[in-house]
């Protein structure tokens, strides 16, 4: 199945084709096809996982004789001090030459390693719920039918993203899921708002896209190849200028800065909630924003030796994460939007993992991945349920939402796990990966980082808290009749809750279960990363942050205690919540400074063309030789040169006159002239040939 | 085989096609020359493909056909618009580009 793996990212593709082609003409309106394919490609990726943990414990095993890996198997490599982690397993490659230019090959492969496992495993399980979920969430929808197709686009693009063994393929995948975000974003294109928002996260992304497309032109020119595990050896092994490694680094690092939603490119994935919020769930929360994560794990020996990130000392990878953290965490605080406050909170949980990389710590980043992706379309997809089933398709929770608890009592209990793991309490899947990434910041003396994490954790549990608050308890506010959501949508909720209880198990350091470490890290061209030892005092500490945060918001929010209405008195506090509530006015510089001012200076660069060059080109030749003219009929000899200048000046300007009129215009006058010179040229030809 | 008469056809038709580009006035008359120069083209490749026995200029014929198929598609629509902004297909009153 390893070598197969291309079926996965294969089986959504058709069904594209396919949902396009008939799904209109099918009795589920081509939802079927889809649930089956990707429901498929799901059953092939849990095959591809078991197959991958055969193989890695194969190797890592008593049996050495077993099993003959080739090439694979080399010598221990990477000093990381376990028990294992002797053995390399090297990834399962398979691909063919696409075509070849000069002596460059461009390939289409797939490279299969535990990264790639792991993120076939989430993209295809959540890409399935969210089928299954979008069945009745999407149900009478104008264009279901489009719907499904685009779903399942998106699923393919994203497989194929992950499975890719070069950056170019990558690149394409890459590309691919932005246009079906751009797409599903504006799903509701009729209304102004959402057309926006679409068109607003495609050009944002973009910006960052022109980062990572110059990366990879970089990397190719540093190593010579587009192969991403030749890029890595070469990065490990120091083969690549350390310079070098600086640019690429700094460069891929704006391409995952515009997509994985991080500061200060972060504005576009608020809006794009304006999409239905299955697509928030799947492509704004669990799969397609974590492209950018995944591009830095993948690349990560590239961004380990460019931003020097063993040295301990800040770089701008985790300064951007940490930055991100805050920022996106305060922001959640002052959203009405449910829907907002998630998305908030996805840009802060991107943050972690951008920072985890950042710090050294490539297994807790990637593992934040892996239970993010589960709690946190938990979450979304709970907050459509409340939409769908509880508040009149509204997501305001201030206005429509509030006690909700008693009436959906599924959503209910699903949402608290979700809030439950975000917050990162113990057991629930957050704890563990949170928890890892603080302790290998700390570990690797990255204090500062450290820190930052702490007060995130603060700041997430306090919000959510916040936002369970106003959607489930309380009085309800809103106007229609709340019931429970149907099993399409409470059954998805049920499976990915469990998932968000029990997922973070797969690595919890404290019980010294590292299967996720042993499974999913590269043992081939991979930096040697420290391990952090479980350090009680340190979780400890992280969570005793996380319950603070809850017991302050509980405070606050359950008990009425605290400053109420402060932003009304104290002008300090008011113009606090004014800068949040303006999203820290980025918006506006972007709109308004740098693309006015762009739009602006274009605009007057053209208007300023079309004056001076194009209508004043033959003018401004005979005025300009008139001034010279002047000038020299004013400097020299006037009797002399007088005739001379004025002549010159008089026949420029006729010549000019002349010219104007070869510029017809008249389409059919130039194809005269063109006609008229081959045929002299050609005449030209015979007549000296001979 | 005579590649005369051949060359001789493609030429008088690409002659004609030229004086058509040239001297027409109606788009659509100036759209049907630029088809005829093209089925000159062709002709000469044809021509030639046979005569040398290689048979990548027919190849290259059928890519003419296809791109021709295609231009003339944009043609037609380009032509349209001149037709529905200015109410005539007249080439001579599309002079907006002048100096």
Known sequence: ?690 | MALNQFLILSAFLFCTGVYGVLARRNGVLVLMSVELMLNAVNINLVAFSAFVRDVGGQIFALFVITIAAAEVGVGLAIVLLIYRNLDSPDLDRVDQLKG
């Open chain 1, 1 to 690: 199945m390893l070598r197969n793996a291309w079926l996965i990212p294969l089986l959504p593709a058709l069904s594209f084709v396919a949902i396009l082609l008939v799904g209109k003409r099918l009795p589920r309106r081509g939802a079927e096809l889809g649930v089956g394919a990707v429901g498929a490609s799901f059953v092939l990726a849990c095959v591809a996982a078991w197959q991958w943990i055969d193989r890695v414990e194969g190797a890592t095993g008593k049996s050495e004789g077993l099993r003959a890996f080739g090439k694979g198997v080399l010598g221990g490599e990477g000093g990381e001090g376990g028990e294992h982690a002797e053995v390399a397993v090297a990834p399962v490659t398979r691909g063919f030459t696409w075509w070849q230019n000069g002596n460059v090959e461009f390939n289409v492969g797939i490279a299969i390693d535990g990264l790639t496992v792991m993120m076939l495993f989430v993209v295809t399980l959540v890409s399935f719920l969210v089928h299954v979920y979008s069945t009745s969430y999407m149900e009478g929808d104008r264009r279901f039918t489009h719907f499904y197709a685009l779903l399942s686009l998106f699923t393919a693009s994203m497989l194929l993203l992950v499975v890719a063994d070069n950056t170019i393929q990558l690149l394409v995948g890459w590309e691919l899921v932005g246009l079906c975000s751009f797409v599903l974003i504006g799903h509701w294109w009729e209304e102004k708002p959402n057309a926006d928002a679409a068109v607003k996260a495609f050009l944002t992304t973009r910006v960052g896209d022109v980062g990572l497309m110059i990366g990879i032109i970089v990397l190719f020119f540093a190593a010579g190849t587009f192969d991403i595990q030749a890029i890595n050896a070469q990065a490990v092994e120091g083969e690549i200028g350390h310079t070098l490694l600086v640019v690429a680094s700094a460069c891929l690092l704006g391409g995952i800065i515009g997509k994985s939603g991080q500061f200060p490119l972060h504005t576009w994935l608020p809006d794009a909630m304006a999409g239905p919020t299955p697509v928030s769930a799947l492509i704004h929360a669990a799969t397609m924003v974590v492209a950018g994560v995944y591009l830095g794990a993948r690349l990560y020996p590239v961004f380990f030796e460019g931003f020097s990130i063993d040295g301990g000392t800040i770089n701008v990878m985790a300064l951007i994460g940490g930055t991100t953290i805050i920022i996106g965490a305060a922001l959640a605080f002052v959203q009405n939007d449910i829907k907002k406050v998630l998305a908030y909170s996805t840009i802060s949980q991107l943050g972690y993992m951008v920072m985890g990389l950042g710090v050294g710590a490539w297994v807790a980043a990637v593992f934040h991945l892996f239970t993010h992706a589960f709690f946190k379309a938990l979450l979304f997809l709970g907050a459509g349920s409340v939409s769908h089933s509880g508040s009149h398709h509204s997501f305001d929770m201030k206005a429509d939402m509030g006690g909700l608890r008693k009436f959906m009592p599924v959503t209910f209990w699903t949402f608290m796990i979700g809030s439950l793991a975000l917050a990162g309490i113990i057991p629930f899947a957050g704890f563990w990966s949170k928890d890892e990434i603080l302790a290998t910041a700390g570990q690797n003396e990255f204090t500062f980082f450290l820190v930052v994490g702490l007060v995130g954790a603060f700041m997430t549990a306090a919000y959510m808290t916040r936002c369970v608050y106003l959607t489930f308890f309380g009085e309800y506010r809103g106007h229609g009749e709340p019931h429970e959501s149907p099993r399409a949508i409470t059954v998805p909720l049920i499976v990915l809750a469990g998932f968000s209880v029990l997922a973070g198990l797969v690595n919890a350091s404290a019980l010294e279960i590292e299967k996720f470490k042993e499974w999913v890290e590269p043992t081939v061209a991979f930096p040697a990363l420290e391990h952090p030892e479980f350090e009680l005092a340190g979780a400890a500490l992280a969570l005793a942050v996380a319950l603070l945060g809850i017991l302050v918001s509980y405070a606050y929010w359950f008990r009425n205690l605290g400053p109420h209405g402060i932003t009304a008195r104290n002008p300090l506090a008011r113009a606090g919540y004014t800068f949040l509530e303006n999203k820290y006015y980025l918006d506006a510089l972007y709109e308004n400074v740098i693309v006015g001012s762009i739009k602006g200076a274009i605009a007057r660069a053209s208007y300023w063309t079309n004056q001076r060059v194009i209508d004043g080109a033959v003018n401004g030749v005979a005025t300009g030789a008139a001034q010279v003219g002047r000038f020299a009929y004013d400097v020299l000899d006037q009797k002399a040169v007088d005739g001379a200048v004025n002549g010159l000046a008089v026949s420029t300007g006729q010549t000019g006159g002349l010219l104007r009129y070869v510029q017809s215009g008249r389409v059919q006058r130039y194809a005269l002239m063109l006609f008229a010179s081959v045929a002299l040229l050609s005449l030209a030809l015979f007549v000296f040939s001979n």
